[in-house]
């Protein structure tokens, strides 16, 4: 078990209590086995650039103390090329001060905004939040883009505390609030958010997630939990809202089954586990059974979370699960699961063609040896030193108290186990923060996958991650183009075989606790110079094969028109 060394620096935010200092300080002040563990081989080291990019963004809850079930959710981003020139732009959801609702201390955040910021392509940004027009309304909270209506422009759908806000990107630079005229208001607790095209039509759906029935005028807590816990509210209902192809969407969370059960939705997070090719919806709940959604094909779902062993902890607790990323972790073709958590992680193997229930391998994997002392919020299921092999990056800090704590940097060993390099992978790991959201992406387009990470009232942070020098591992990423498929290619599978090894990505659009990742998928190749096959398996059902293809690159795959295998080999030139 990791506890916090010595040497670990805090970046405090304001209010933090003195209680939560001698928490920080005294009883996770000693050093552990795993901070002295060597790694394997040098490893890429995760770079603290905020400044260097000209990135300022303040996060906010609305007041100078944390007072607040719905001001401790935080917020998220999101990883979008809006103005499509191949560089992903970043969007950041912040809170603000909202008189009614974030009124127990003294108001902070009264200009907050959510921030666009433009990649300028040399390593830096420029916020162009005023002139594209996204700047939000209300209490933001969560975030996922999608082309929802084909045009080949990246839209934003935002969550907000009793609100939400759908932008339709012009293609010019700008956006339009079309919310109302599409009909995808939502006047809950919005949290974690997912455009899917659940139906397989090639049209985005919209998937919501909403926490709780959160009442600003309930005060009844016991003084040491600082304020009302998530028991103290009623639960919630999730949303489900079709596509219907001409600019508007039509709520269908009850004929759908989605709004059969009420929950307390953290993150959410889509992913084929059956394999069948259709897309299933993974929800984290707090202190409830989280739910699996799984796609009856017919427009409506099921919930088999009980029945697959993923509703709940390996002890059978229905603890504060936060963040879910189905991920292939053993590259045996099966979605495995991960699921962030304020007590212990859970990580669940797929157990594959044999079906039935999912097998707890938290402990197994030695992913239980950073649960416990930590809080987790965000995260990311990546291939983080392009060896092959995914990995996890852990965001985490206090849930009730601003405590601040280190992150967590999971390498996967490729046996089934994951080693903490943490403080072998730069000095970020080795400082606090009370971290919230996180979304990974290769924003410079080198080949590895950097991060950027909110704050719970803190400063947001981009890191960059710096392979080791001449140890470079090559990868290659995809930009999926549907035609007969949505055009994100939202809900394709692919496999890379690179001599001996195969990986097995889905697309998605969210993933992790309220925030959205590179929508390219990405492998990394270790020694390989060449993929030897590639194999996209689209939402719509064609098929198709790309061969000896070179790494390092970023390779643009537009869907073929016919769903053959062979035609669509002959469609996909290989470079």
Not at 60 to 74: H, N, P, R, V, Y
Not at 219 to 247: I, K, M, V, W
Not at 363 to 379: K, L, R, Y
Request: aromatic letters at 12%.
């Amino acid at each position: 078990m990791r506890y916090f060394p010595r040497q670990l620096k805090p970046r405090m935010a304001t209010g933090t209590p003195l209680l939560a200092l001698t928490v920080a300080f005294g009883l996770f002040g000693q050093g552990s086995p795993s901070a002295t563990t060597a790694p394997p081989s040098p490893l890429p080291q995760f770079e603290d650039v905020t400044q260097k990019a000209g990135i300022d963004f303040q996060g906010s809850f609305g007041e100078k103390d944390l007072s607040s079930i719905q001001e401790g959710a935080g917020s998220g981003c999101a990883w979008i090329d809006y103005n499509n020139d191949g560089l992903l732009d970043l969007y950041v959801v912040n809170g603000r001060h909202i008189a009614g609702l974030t009124d127990h201390s003294a108001p902070d955040g009264m200009n907050a905004t959510n921030h666009l910021y433009r990649n300028n392509g040399d390593g830096t940004f420029t916020d162009v939040t005023a002139q594209a027009g996204v700047a939000g309304k209300g209490f933001g909270v969560g975030v996922t883009a999608g082309d929802f209506d084909n045009d080949g422009n990246e839209d934003l759908y935002v969550t907000n505390y009793n609100s939400a806000i759908l932008y339709r990107n012009n293609g010019n630079g700008t956006f339009t609030d079309v919310t109302e005229k599409a009909g995808v208001q939502n006047p809950h607790f919005g949290t974690g958010a997912a455009f899917v095209d659940y139906d397989r039509d090639g049209r985005l759906d919209l998937f919501v997630g909403n926490y709780l029935k959160f009442d600003p005028n309930y005060r009844q807590y016991y003084t040491a939990q600082h304020y009302p816990g998530p028991l103290g509210y009623a639960p919630e209902t999730n949303r489900l809202f079709h596509n219907n192809g001409d600019g508007t969407f039509t709520d269908v969370s009850q004929a759908s089954g989605i709004a059969s059960q009420p929950g307390r939705a953290m993150g959410m997070t889509v992913g084929d586990y059956d394999n069948d090719g259709w897309p299933d919806i993974y929800v984290a709940n707090d202190t409830m059974p989280s739910f699996l959604y799984h796609n009856n094909h017919n427009g409506t779902f099921t919930d088999v979370a009980s029945d697959l062993y993923v509703a709940y902890g390996q002890n059978g607790e229905a603890s504060t699960a936060m963040g879910p990323i189905f991920g292939d972790y053993n590259n045996d073709g099966w979605q495995d699961l991960f699921v962030s958590d304020a007590h212990f992680h859970r990580f669940y193997q797929n157990p594959g063609k044999a079906g039935g229930a999912f097998l707890d391998v938290t402990n197994a994997s030695d992913v239980g040896a950073v649960s416990g002392q930590f809080a987790g919020w965000g995260d990311g299921f990546f291939d983080f030193d392009n060896d092959g092999w995914k990995d996890l990056f852990i965001v985490n800090g206090g849930m009730v108290w601003l405590v601040p704590m280190p992150s967590s940097l999971l390498r996967n060993n490729g046996d089934g186990t994951f080693t903490d390099v943490s403080l072998h992978a730069g000095d970020f790991f080795r400082e606090q923060i009370v971290g919230r959201g996180a979304c990974f992406a290769d924003y410079d387009n080198d080949g590895y996958i950097d991060a950027f990470v909110t704050t719970l009232g803190g400063k947001g942070i981009l890191l960059h991650n710096t392979p080791p020098p001449g140890k470079r591992n090559h990868w290659l990423t995809i930009k999926l183009v549907g035609t007969r498929s949505n055009r994100d290619g939202y809900g394709a599978s692919l496999e890379a075989v690179a001599g001996s090894l195969r990986q097995f990505v889905q697309s998605t659009s969210e993933s992790g606790y309220l925030s959205q990742s590179d929508p390219r998928p990405h492998f990394g190749l270790g020694p390989h110079t060449e993929v030897d096959t590639l194999t996209i398996r689209w939402p719509s059902g064609t098929v198709q094969t790309l061969k000896n293809i070179r790494a390092n690159q970023i390779l643009t795959v537009t869907e073929p028109a016919g769903p053959s295998a062979a035609e669509a080999t002959k469609s996909g030139a290989t470079p």
